[in-house]
């Protein structure tokens, strides 16, 4: 076998070469330093991917779209505090410059079901989107006042 | 589904140990060789931890199965001891803690070349960035499982990882 490929490697490390080439590829490491260590650090690079992943999905605050559902989570939380807090009127407080906070809880108490909460927080502006990211900042809220 | 096998195998089921070890044996044996293992030394080692690992369920002293997780720690275990009893100098690169020294010991990167990797994947994609997730976190799913569960081809699927994987690894400056 000839000398190892970037190619080669990276096909190794991920697992995708059949168990011919595959053992073609580790016998030929086996008995080549240079292509040994190339393979080596080809495998370091592999693993590196792992803790990449591992520590992007541990990134609570950044997320994806596809962490929608975690927002959606927050938000049915918000509302079975609305639910807990039924009984009483909605909350407002001053804000810094005078106007009226709302609090998030309560207002989704008037939503008939989630998906019409996290419409009615984006338009309010309680729902966030950062970059890509959406998230639940009720600090938004603060002196907005676009429509309520 | 994972799970299931791995629970399967906790009973002693033969056929679920058996797609254990091919679903996990060749990440196994890249652990090793980054860490400095040559692959002959690497397969040689996988294979131990594994019959290490069945043996320990049927003498019941396995109460549970991370994998690959357990199945890494247990060969590396048997490489290191291998190279103490034959005075290999064990090579650094794969053993050394991050400079920073907030993870375990099976960590390859640094706080830096992490969030410079990150950064890198934060520029993809949400699907692809999904995917790689999805690729490379928890039970390690295959190829065509991702493509079930993504919607997309194999052949996309393999591509798309490999794109990505190609621009975290130029990201971390290995390649």
Same mark, same amino acid.
């Given at each position: 076998m000839t000398h190892l490929t970037d190619d080669h490697i990276a096909a190794w490390a991920a697992g995708e070469l059949a168990p011919a080439e595959r053992d073609a590829l580790e016998a030929h490491a086996d008995a080549c330093a240079d292509c040994a260590a190339r393979l080596s650090a080809g495998a370091r690079a592999e693993e590196a991917m792992y803790e990449v992943a591992a520590a992007s999905a541990a990134? @609570?605050?950044?997320?994806?779209?596809?962490?929608w559902p975690l927002a959606g989570l927050a938000l049915a939380a918000a509302a079975l505090i609305a639910v807990g807090l039924s009984?009483?009127?909605a909350e407002t407080t001053e804000s810094h410059d005078g106007a009226a906070r709302v609090d998030v809880s309560v207002e989704c *108490?008037? @939503?008939?079901?989630l998906h019409t909460c996290e419409a009615d927080a984006l338009r309010r502006g309680l *729902?966030?989107?950062?970059g890509r990211i959406p998230r639940y900042d009720r600090a938004v809220c603060v002196g907005c006042g676009r429509d309520s | 589904m994972a799970g299931s096998t791995e629970a399967r195998a906790l009973r002693g089921d033969d056929a679920a140990w058996n797609a254990l070890v091919q679903a996990h044996d060749h990440r196994v044996v890249v652990a090793l060789v980054a860490r400095g293992a040559r692959p002959c030394e690497a397969r040689e080692c996988a294979q131990e931890a594994w019959m290490r690992l069945v043996q320990q369920q049927r003498e019941g002293r396995l109460a549970e199965l991370q994998l690959p997780g357990l199945a890494i720690r247990q060969a590396r275990f048997i490489w290191l001891e291998r190279c103490r009893r034959a005075g290999t100098v064990v090579p650094l690169d794969g053993l050394r803690e991050p400079?920073? +020294?907030? +993870?375990? !010991?099976?960590?390859?990167?640094d706080r830096a070349r992490l969030g410079r990797t990150l950064r890198a994947l934060d520029r993809e994609s949400d699907r692809d960035r999904a995917l790689f997730e999805a690729a490379y976190g928890? !039970?390690?799913?295959s190829h065509a499982d991702l493509a079930d569960r993504f919607g997309l081809s194999l052949q996309r699927t393999r591509q798309i990882l490999s794109e990505v994987r190609q621009r975290l690894k130029a990201a971390l400056g290995d390649g």
């Open positions: 990134r @609570a605050p950044s997320g994806t779209g596809w962490r009984q009483r009127p *108490m008037s @939503a008939p079901d *729902m966030t989107e950062s | 400079a920073d +020294g907030a +993870g375990s !010991e099976d960590r390859m990167l928890g !039970e390690g799913p």
